[in-house]
């Protein structure tokens, strides 16, 4: 997606931190044809002819941070929303939720989890653990 947005912060404390961004975007969807589109009688929310979307949609975006457990970790919040003017079946949202802290000379781990929502999808949520290792300078 692509667009303008404006944004600004809505709390920052010491402690906690939260941005918050609203524009319009154009879409731009490209779909992997699923195996199902070969039988007859199945019903799903993508249509087999129509593999690609492009609409014009409102999104926002929140993005947290918090240091409330002390020390160089952090809780963090990023979560991205995407709303097709034409209807509620072209709905995307992205949240991501983890928490990082520092290892040795630099090094950070994380433990986060995504949890992604398409509305035109058969399958509409996906969720993903993901467990990192990373260096900050």
Do not use: M
């Not at 975006?61 to 979560?79: A, F």
């Not at 509409?124 to 900050?136: C, L, T």
């Amino acid at each position: 997606y692509v667009g303008p947005y404006f944004g600004r912060k809505l709390v920052a404390k010491s402690f906690l931190t939260l941005d918050g961004e609203l524009g319009a975007a154009y879409v731009q969807t490209d779909y992997i044809a699923p195996d199902s589109c070969g039988q007859r009688g199945v019903v799903q929310a993508i249509s087999c002819d129509n593999l690609s979307e492009r609409y014009g949609a409102v999104n926002w975006n929140l993005t947290g941070e918090s240091s409330i457990l002390g020390g160089d970790s952090k809780l963090y919040l990023r979560h991205i929303g995407i709303l097709g003017l034409s209807g509620s079946d072209q709905l995307l949202l992205k949240t991501t939720a983890g928490l990082s802290f520092p290892l040795v000379f630099g090094f950070q781990a994380a433990a986060e989890i995504t949890v992604d929502y398409d509305a035109s999808l058969d399958t509409e949520v996906d969720q993903k653990y993901n467990f990192r290792i990373g260096y900050a300078w």
